[in-house]
């Protein structure tokens, strides 16, 4: 089995070691000193300070963006919101979940985010504006520098959800003017599903969350952190997974962090080059080093199916409008060139070496 998706990723020994072992006792000394340590190399991977504060949540990725929103903000608010794809409109929909008004910037399929988008916005006033770094329902990297400058001119909190971007992208919390980020152990970090975490500025932290009434329990990012002071969590966490993300944070630590990220990004040059040597179709704005978005006039999930079933190799279908027009490649995880080859060699069996040069 090889998985070519954008979560779960195929995992690297050293994590799979430790996921098949007995999982201890958590309220002790020893998990919270893990849990402490754990967080302070993952401030350091994003370039956050000392004093970011981090809530380690045992939940998906959509739990965070929720505890995030709602935590933050509240019905006396009006953010922004990027939805160029199913996860920006997820950030919407959570928004009307919790009664927060928000403006869209509404980009369909193909349209690449540009400074001009975000004109019509500029003399108005936001409490945040929510943007998914990496589109990853798409593919499409969005320009940080731009939305962080456009935050910056307006006082604007800036809440990136860099679920698959992390690791695959370069980040900088403080260099990119990130207020908030988000992320989830399943992308990049190649670990199981089942813990999502939220990095805060102090001036997000102190300045929007403590001052806010969130009306949330289990997703109280407040409660969460209060307890990571001491290296625990509120409830019963995800304790493998937590586990899990110790190893492989000690891991990207001794590689490298750039390191990590120029892995990612050469598999997938390796991958693009290979398609568009056969003439495969892929979008034109710039795209994270996580996803190739591979287009089709129709019948896509219908060679997804194949391959899995066929070939054993599993890449990412697409659903709503694009799903028969859009497959998605991953590049995270333990992937290698060669299982690239593979993926090539079942995707001329399937489609047939004259598709490529259509």
């Not at 963006?65 to 953010?79: H, I, N, Q, T």
């Not at 990853?136 to 307006?154: A, E, H, N, P, V």
């Not at 590689?255 to 290979?274: E, N, P, S």
Request: proline share 4%; net charge negative.
């Amino acid at each position: 089995m090889r998985l070519f998706t954008v979560g779960p990723v195929m995992m690297f020994p050293e994590v799979l070691e430790a996921s098949g072992r007995q999982l201890p006792y958590f309220r002790t000394e020893e998990f919270s000193k893990m849990m402490l340590e754990s967080e302070s190399m993952l401030k350091g991977l994003l370039g956050a300070g000392p004093d970011y504060r981090t809530a380690f949540l045992t939940a998906s990725g959509t739990g965070a963006m929720e505890a995030a929103v709602a935590g933050l903000f509240s019905a006396s608010d009006r953010l922004l919101v990027v939805a160029g794809g199913g996860f920006g409109r997820r950030f919407g929909e959570i928004c009307d979940v919790h009664g927060i008004s928000h403006d869209d910037i509404v980009l369909p399929f193909g349209k690449k985010l540009e400074a001009s988008d975000l004109d019509p916005f500029r003399d108005e006033e936001y409490a945040g504006l929510l943007v998914n770094m990496d589109e990853t329902s798409t593919g499409q990297l969005y320009d940080i520098r731009m939305l962080s400058d456009f935050c910056r001119s307006k006082g604007t909190l800036l809440v990136v959800d860099a679920i698959s971007a992390f690791l695959a992208d370069p980040i900088d919390m403080r260099r990119d003017g990130i207020d908030v980020l988000i992320t989830s152990s399943q992308k990049a970090l190649s670990l199981a599903p089942g813990i999502s975490i939220v990095v805060l500025s102090r001036d997000a932290y102190e300045g929007r969350l403590l001052r806010n009434d969130s009306h949330l329990y289990y997703l109280d990012l407040k409660r969460h952190i209060k307890d990571q002071e001491r290296g625990q969590t509120p409830f019963t966490p995800a304790v493998g997974t937590l586990i899990e993300l110790n190893v492989a944070l000690r891991s990207i630590r001794d590689a490298g962090i750039d390191d990590v990220v120029a892995r990612t990004a050469r598999l997938a040059a390796y991958f693009r080059k290979g398609a568009a040597e056969r003439g495969i179709r892929m979008p034109d704005y710039p795209l994270s080093n996580a996803v190739t978005p591979l287009i089709f006039d129709s019948g896509a999930y219908g060679v997804f199916e194949r391959l899995r079933k066929e070939y054993g190799v599993t890449v990412t279908p697409s659903g709503g409008d694009l799903r028969d027009r859009l497959l998605r490649v991953g590049h995270m995880g333990n992937l290698s060139e060669e299982d690239y080859d593979v993926l090539f060699k079942a995707l001329d069996d399937v489609l047939g070496r004259r598709f490529w040069m259509l």
